[in-house]
């Protein structure tokens, strides 16, 4: 077995009561290891801690206790400036909400991160990941100039473009119909692989039936884990 890209132990996540009073737990000891090349569901209830999963496993939430190590770098031991230049170099993020700036072009929305980063990106670069993605014909178009599903795109080639090993994304079809949600599943399928990881968060069990592994929380545990299972198995684990 190769080392792990993500190792989580003993994972807990509270967060502050609203009216005061104890602490909420939301992740109740998560013990998780994601191998390089692995894509992974996570799926479960509203409020089973999803989302939260994967902002503590990206580094966009610290935990509360345990310990989350990124290509074998313990989040909870860096500095905030070792933590953004990890997650800079190393992670990528999808929202459900495409999160691209109205003003700027496909190509423009594509290359901000590496400018933001002043990180050298050449062109060429900016113009495979808009290829990848199938959208090279569109890289001169604004976001409102493009559909749901290649909006989507755009914030995957936005992803690739940065060569991340970690690739985490929440809902990234829940905004989409079918046929614009499959493609999106085939390019995140084909993101992961060759040593680069993909986590996706899903409520739709046919999506998380397309990974080599699901993960079923409940109650901010994990419940069940399954292999490249059927979409009726992950139905039947998630009741
Ligand atoms: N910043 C926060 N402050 C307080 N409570 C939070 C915060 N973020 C999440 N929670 C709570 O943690 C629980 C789990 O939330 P989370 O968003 O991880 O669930 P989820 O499984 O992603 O749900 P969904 O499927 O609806 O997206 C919920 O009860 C939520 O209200
Ligand atoms: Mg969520």
Known sequence: MPDPLIDVAGLTKCFPAAGGGDPVPVLRGIDLAVPPGEFLAVVGPSGSGKSTLLYCMSGLEPATTGTVRVLGRSL???SRGALATLRRDH???????YNLIPALTARENVA???????????ASRVDHALAEVGLRERAGFRPAALSGGQQQRVAIARVLA??????FADEPTGALDTG???????????VAGAGRSVIMVTHDLRAAARA?????LRDGLVH???VRPRAEEIAEAVE
């Open 162 to 167: 940065l060569q991340p090993d970690v690739v």
């Open 112 to 122: 901000l991160p590496a400018r933001l980063a002043r990180r050298g990106i050449d």
């Open 76 to 78: 909870g031991e860096l």
């Open 91 to 97: 992670v990528g993020f999808v929202f459900q909400s």
């Open 180 to 190: 614009a949600g499959s493609q999106v599943l085939d390019l995140l399928t084909g």
């Open 224 to 226: 069940r884990e399954l």
């Open 212 to 216: 080599d592994r699901v993960v079923v």
